[in-house]
């Protein structure tokens, strides 16, 4: 709930306060809106909600990177061919800066202890390799590794998927499993599949061209 103007507007009828008596300077009246020439002490909401208007139109706005992430523009995500049929590549540039959550899960012959330690360990890989991620148990063998930089999310579970300990990770709703599992190996089978029928394909393609 937004805080009553009054409220707000505390800091900046401090300062005018202290300028209305200290300043031997004083503003033209015929210089000054209606509102503006009232006793501070006797304006309205819609007074105060006028000068912190004011107050914001003199300030310097703040680099996109600093906003709040609900302001920041969406990121541009220009529309390359080769990226047809490889629509995980898009999704990472569309999350360019965004916070973004990865639920993590070890597998079950893990203790709670050892859940623990491997997914700091994983942790700490990532941040060697310059992946920003902080680590969240939400359970005894399941984590949240939670991106500022969404877009790094899909390289750490290219990690993940190589340690022997994982079980499984979830980006965007979409679940990946590790390699050491049998459904692991079959999708790591099928996306080696993929990769090299869009390599023919770019070679066909290249040939035609020419």
């Excluded at 700091?120 to 984590?143: C, T």
Aim: charged content about 35%.
């Amino acid at each position: 709930m937004a805080r009553p103007a009054v409220l707000r507007a505390l800091p900046l009828l401090f300062l005018l306060f202290l300028v209305s008596f200290s300043s031997p300077k004083k503003f033209e009246e015929e210089d000054k809106p209606a509102w503006a020439k009232k006793d501070i002490r006797d304006y309205s909401d819609a007074d105060l909600e006028r000068l912190l208007e004011q107050w914001d139109e003199d300030e310097e706005p703040l680099p996109e990177d600093e906003l709040p992430e609900h302001l920041r523009p969406q990121p541009q995500v220009h529309f390359d061919p080769s990226n047809i049929g490889d629509p995980e590549n898009l999704l990472k540039m569309s999350k360019k800066g965004r916070t973004l959550m990865m639920f993590v899960q070890v597998k079950d012959d893990l203790s709670p202890s050892e859940a623990e330690e491997v997914t700091k360990l994983w942790q700490s890989s990532l941040f060697n390799s310059h992946i920003q991620a902080e680590r969240y148990m939400v359970d005894e063998r399941r984590a949240i590794f939670m991106f500022k930089d969404g877009s790094q999310a899909w390289e750490a579970k290219d990690f993940l998927l190589e340690q022997k300990d994982l079980r499984e990770c979830s980006v965007e709703n979409k679940v990946y499993h590790g390699y050491y599992t049998p459904e692991g190996k079959k999708e790591k089978e099928e996306a080696y599949a993929r990769k090299l029928e869009a390599q023919k394909v770019n070679k066909k393609k290249r040939k035609t061209e020419l």
